[in-house]
C-alpha cells in the first residue's frame, strides 16, 4: 500500500455533472489536506482537516465540497464546475496539523468540458 | 503576488555535474523552507529541509543554502544522476502547519546521460 492514494486519476466531466474525488492515506496521519495545482501557478492549498474537523477553507467556491469521515479519507465533491477548475488536485497528509511535511497522493487530474 | 518565487521554469545538466536549482522569497517572516520533488504522474514528495536558524543543510547528494539577507535558498545536486529528472518545488513557511505552506511554481531539472 502506498501512503497517500487517490482515485480517480484521471477524470472527464461535463459543467452539469455530479462526480466525487477519493483519497485514503494509511500513514496513521491526523490531518489531510486538497490542494489544486493549475498550470504555471504555484500549489494552491483548498482546505484542511485535522482529526475530521475542517480547520481551513481557503476561499473555495461552493462548487467544490469537502467530505472526511474519519482521519484516514478525504473526499472532495464536484457540481457545476467550470472550464477553468480544469486542474491537478492533489491530496496529502501529515502527523499533525502543526507539522510542515507533507505526504502526497499521486493527484488527479480533472478536466472540464 | 507570489511569496516564493522560481524563475526559472527548466533546467538542464549533465550527468554527474552540479545541478543548482534556484528559489527567491519575500517575506522576511519565513523561518522553514522544504524542497520537494515531482516525477510525471506521481505527488511531489519530501526531498530536504532547511530551518533559518542554519545556513546550510546537507543529505547525500543534496545540499540546501540559505541567505537569509538577499532572500534566497538554492538546492544543490552533485553529482547529478538520471534519475533526478523531475520538478523541483521550493516552499516556505513562517508559522507551524503546512495550512501556511507557500510554494514556487517548480523547476523542471533535466539530467542528460
Known amino acids: 500500500e502506498t501512503g497517500v492514494t487517490q482515485t480517480p486519476r484521471h477524470l472527464v466531466m461535463g459543467m452539469t455533472n455530479k462526480k466525487s474525488l477519493k483519497c485514503e492515506q494509511h500513514?496513521?496521519?491526523?490531518?489531510m489536506y486538497w490542494y489544486k495545482q493549475s498550470a504555471k501557478k504555484p500549489l494552491e492549498l483548498m482546505f484542511v482537516?485535522?482529526?475530521?474537523?475542517?480547520?481551513e477553507n481557503n476561499s473555495v467556491p461552493s462548487r467544490f465540497s469537502p467530505e472526511c469521515p474519519n482521519s484516514s479519507h478525504l473526499f472532495l465533491h464536484l457540481h457545476t464546475l467550470q472550464p477553468e477548475d480544469s486542474a491537478l488536485y492533489l491530496c496529502?497528509?501529515?502527523?499533525?496539523?502543526?507539522?510542515?511535511?507533507?505526504?502526497f497522493g499521486e493527484g488527479s487530474r480533472l478536466t472540464v468540458l | 503576488d507570489q511569496q516564493v518565487k522560481q524563475n526559472s521554469p527548466s533546467l538542464s545538466v549533465q550527468e554527474g555535474r552540479i545541478s543548482i536549482l534556484n528559489c527567491d522569497y519575500t517575506?522576511?517572516?519565513?523561518?522553514?523552507f522544504l524542497w520537494y520533488k515531482k516525477y510525471p504522474a506521481e505527488g511531489p514528495t519530501f526531498l530536504i529541509s532547511?530551518?533559518?536558524?542554519?545556513d546550510k543543510n546537507e543529505d547525500g547528494r543534496f545540499t540546501v543554502f540559505l541567505n537569509k539577507s538577499a532572500k534566497h535558498l538554492s538546492l544543490h545536486i552533485v553529482p547529478s544522476q538520471p534519475g533526478d529528472s523531475a520538478v523541483y518545488f521550493c516552499?516556505?513557511?513562517?508559522?507551524?502547519?503546512?495550512?501556511?505552506?507557500?510554494f514556487g511554481t517548480g523547476t523542471r531539472l533535466t539530467v542528460i546521460p
Open positions: 496529502a497528509s501529515s502527523q499533525g496539523v502543526t507539522s510542515r511535511e507533507l505526504f
Open positions: 500513514l496513521g496521519h491526523n490531518a
Open positions: 482537516y485535522n482529526f475530521k474537523e475542517q480547520t
Open positions: 517575506n522576511s517572516m519565513f523561518d522553514y
Open positions: 532547511i530551518s533559518s536558524i542554519k
Open positions: 516552499a516556505a513557511s513562517a508559522q507551524t502547519g503546512a495550512n501556511n505552506l507557500f
